[in-house]
């Protein structure tokens, strides 16, 4: 078992480099979180610590979202959901030391129909994704869609933060600026020793804890390719055909945004 110091060097690692692709990386986090409290606030079902409420983390990865979700709300729990073995499982290791069984890791693969049979009995108040939906094809994201807006109640929040790219076709400008600004916050980033997303998994997997999944992993992503970006219009017509009643973006830094929508 991976001690717990070298755990915590892997996860401010992969931090790290994530923040190195994604300016203002926290900003997006902090806004999530702030919609979350207001929930709370407005709610009589939830205490404000978020006793009450379950979170659906989708692909979360190592568990960087889930990690801030049951740190700032200590009532609440999340069921992290990814098909990446090798981040699950540092998900849940890292997360199951740190808040017990208020974080579920789950294998789920979103791609797939009927992933929702695999979540565990109970609501799902909000659910949420961090970089990661960009994988999945389009018709895999308004199928994804489309199952969160029968999961979650009325009044119920999904958020998602990604990069949804700019057109190049219609929109040039902003398409250069994007990739400028993400060029300059790579090298500044790394220009200070932080690892590219190469190094950090060579790291990652030379932990035999974790290595053990790399074969695995590496045969469930062998046939998928890069997707097409779903443009944010996308997105959001897409969520309103599934139900949601609001949406709309509650933050944004060139093509780097926080879609919100509310059932």
Do not use: K
């Not at 199952?147 to 040039?172: C, E, K």
């Amino acid at each position: 078992m991976t001690n717990t110091n070298a755990l915590d060097r892997l996860i401010r690692a992969w931090d790290d480099q994530q923040a190195a692709y994604i300016t203002h990386r926290e900003q997006r986090f902090e806004i999530m979180l702030d919609v979350i409290t207001r929930m709370c606030a407005s709610s009589d079902e939830f205490e404000t610590d978020g006793t009450g409420m379950t979170v659906l983390d989708l692909a979360c990865g190592p568990g960087s979202l889930s990690q801030r979700v049951l740190d700032r709300f200590p009532g609440a729990r999340v069921i992290g959901v990814d098909y990446d073995p090798v981040l699950l499982a540092i998900a849940g290791s890292w997360l199951g030391r740190r808040h017990g069984s208020r974080f579920t890791p789950l294998d789920v693969d979103l791609a797939a129909p009927g992933w929702r049979a695999q979540l565990p009995d109970g609501p799902v108040h909000v659910a949420v994704s961090s970089t990661a939906l960009h994988w999945l094809e389009p018709a895999q994201l308004v199928a994804v869609y489309d199952a969160l807006g029968t999961l979650l109640p009325a009044d119920g929040v999904f958020m998602n933060a990604d990069h949804l790219r700019y057109d190049p076709r219609s929109q040039p400008f902003l398409t250069e600026a994007a990739a400028a600004d993400d060029e300059r916050t790579q090298h500044d980033a790394h220009a200070q020793g932080v690892q590219t997303w190469d190094e950090w998994w060579a790291d990652a997997v030379a932990d035999d804890a974790f290595g053990q999944h790399h074969a695995e992993r590496e045969r469930r992503f062998a046939d998928r390719p890069p997707t097409p970006h779903a443009p944010l219009e996308l997105h959001l017509q897409a969520l309103g055909t599934a139900g949601f009643a609001e949406t709309g973006v509650i933050w944004r830094y060139y093509d780097d945004v926080v879609v919100f929508a509310r059932r």
